[in-house]
């Protein structure tokens, strides 16, 4: 079993539309997080949870809403959103938020496409 | 400026050839270093940690130039499945914000 799961590998949407991205890891970590990776662009951050409180929401807009229920699982809910919204979406986890070493764990990622 | 650069290539390299590409940050600040590596619709995953002092791992070494504010990964004796994009990630510690580079492609040929 993977260490970071993520479901869907793939995202069709339409812009009226409401999808949820779930996110889980298996290896008792503290600190999950959301980054949205576009072509030839870095990493972005969006959100960071720290023992299941949001500690960091990097001027996300609100059609992005994450959810932290405990924390092994992350979801992202989206809804009404744009075609620049199209993009690679990872989630990670590490052991601790801000640890001086910190080393992140991927999922393989969800590619969305909205059209 | 951008907080982290890097060339984004391609880098064209035959099998069995050494390569080396750098990676500039501007934070002089910067505490902790890496280099991540990111198979073609991949995630990435962490390849190496960058000490002060340098490591090396196998093929794999980096090294960190603070007078200069680079980090540099080289390959020896390339292999094709070193194909993939090589990201550089720069901890700052002052808002425990990691800063993510866009990337090397490396391309290696048979």
Redesign the interface.
Known sequence: ETGVTQTPRHLVMGMTNKKSLKCEQHLGHNAMYWYKQSA????E?MFVYSLEERV?NNSVPSRFSPECPNSSHLFLHLHTLQPEDSA?Y?CASSQD??A??????????T?LSVL | RKE?EQD?GPFNVPEGATVAFNCTYSNSAS??F?W?RQDC??????LM?VYSSGNEDGRFTAQLNRASQYISLLIRDSKLSDSATY?CVV?T?SN????????TKLIIKP
Do not use: C, D, H, M
């Open positions: 030839k662009k870095p990493l951050l960091e690679l990872l938020r801000g001086t070493n910190e080393k992140l764990f991927f999922g393989s990622g590619q | 982290v984004p505490q902790s890496f991540y619709r991949k995630e990435p995953k962490l940690s990201l901890n510690l425990y914000q990691l800063i993510w580079g866009a990337g």
